[in-house]
């Protein structure tokens, strides 16, 4: 995943980062074009837990609250959303 969004980003003119507040929520892939954020990306194994999904979608969430990103996705074995 990593190695295929370097790619991607490369060709785009864009840098990736993560996400990570004080109380520890990360978001696992930030895309940025130079200042202005444009995607979040999680990524998990299986999201079918009730535990995992509310976990992903709890860090993407803040992330957005505080960086006002409207380009949410979370990528997981089976199901992209």
Known sequence: MA???LRKTAQNNQNIFYWKNQRG???DFVIKD???VNT???VC???ENYDAKKRETTELIKA???MNCM???IIT???QG
């Open 3 to 5: 190695i295929t969004l």
């Open 25 to 27: 929520l990360e978001v």
């Open 34 to 36: 130079e200042l202005q």
């Open 40 to 42: 979040f990306i999680q």
């Open 45 to 47: 194994y299986d999201i």
């Open 64 to 66: 957005n609250e505080k």
């Open 71 to 73: 380009n949410l996705m």
């Open 77 to 79: 074995r089976d199901v």
